[in-house]
């Protein structure tokens, strides 16, 4: 029963996003970047408890959101990434495969909220060029990275956990 539960949960759909919650009401409207000079408590206090962000401390959160573009779409939309990386800020996506057969492919995955799109990350799901992600609810909302930037993001993470690893070994000693 518990199984069935997590499957029904699983593909729900997401509750509509509020407005004021949406990234794209907090961008500069000339770059399309995530305007973190004059929203930057708004954006960090919206992120840091979500899913992904939430690792990251609050000066990092603050400094890399500045580097993200907000993009929506659509249900059944199909998303190109063109190198960059995303992270599913709301909604969801499903990756399907059509390395076996390009007229009946096949569903590998549903990614939603803090699910990485286009980085190794994942196991090469969505960098593999035989998989589509199309979007599986409307305003399904991605915040997209140039590749460079997140690698940088997403290695700061580990510098973090060896830092703790270090500091718990030298309390140790």
Same mark, same amino acid.
């Given at each position: 029963?518990?199984? %069935?539960?997590?499957? *029904? $949960?699983?593909?729900?759909? #997401?509750?509509? @996003?509020?407005?004021?919650?949406? =990234?794209?009401? +907090?961008?500069?409207?000339?770059?399309?970047?995530?305007?973190?000079?004059?929203?930057?408590?708004?954006?960090?206090?919206?992120?840091?408890?979500?899913?992904?962000?939430?690792?990251?401390?609050?000066?990092?959160?603050?400094?890399?959101?500045?580097?993200?573009?907000?993009?929506?779409?659509?249900?059944?939309?199909?998303?190109?990434?063109?190198?960059?990386?995303?992270?599913? %800020?709301?909604?969801? *996506? $499903?990756?399907?495969?059509? #390395?076996?057969? @390009?007229?009946?492919?096949?569903? =590998?995955?549903? +990614?939603?909220?803090?699910?990485?799109?286009?980085?190794?990350?994942?196991?090469?799901?969505?960098?593999?060029?035989?998989?589509?992600?199309?979007?599986?609810?409307?305003?399904?909302?991605?915040?997209?990275?140039?590749?460079?930037?997140?690698?940088?993001?997403?290695?700061?993470?580990?510098?973090?956990?060896?830092?703790?690893?270090?500091?718990?070994?030298?309390?140790?000693?």
């Amino acid at each position: 029963m518990e199984n %069935t539960l997590q499957l *029904v $949960r699983h593909f729900s759909k #997401a509750t509509p @996003l509020e407005k004021s919650k949406r =990234l794209g009401e +907090y961008i500069n409207r000339e770059t399309g970047y995530l305007n973190t000079a004059k929203y930057k408590v708004m954006l960090t206090t919206l992120m840091r408890n979500e899913p992904f962000f939430k690792r990251y401390d609050l000066p990092t959160l603050s400094k890399f959101l500045g580097y993200g573009k907000p993009a929506y779409f659509k249900k059944d939309e199909i998303l190109f990434l063109d190198g960059r990386v995303g992270v599913v %800020t709301h909604g969801s *996506v $499903r990756i399907k495969h059509h #390395a076996e057969n @390009l007229l009946d492919p096949i569903t =590998l995955a549903k +990614y939603g909220t803090g699910k990485i799109l286009g980085h190794d990350s994942d196991g090469g799901i969505t960098t593999n060029s035989q998989s589509w992600i199309i979007c599986f609810e409307d305003a399904t909302e991605i915040l997209f990275f140039d590749r460079s930037v997140f690698n940088k993001l997403w290695k700061i993470q580990f510098l973090r956990t060896d830092r703790q690893i270090i500091e718990a070994n030298i309390e140790c000693n």
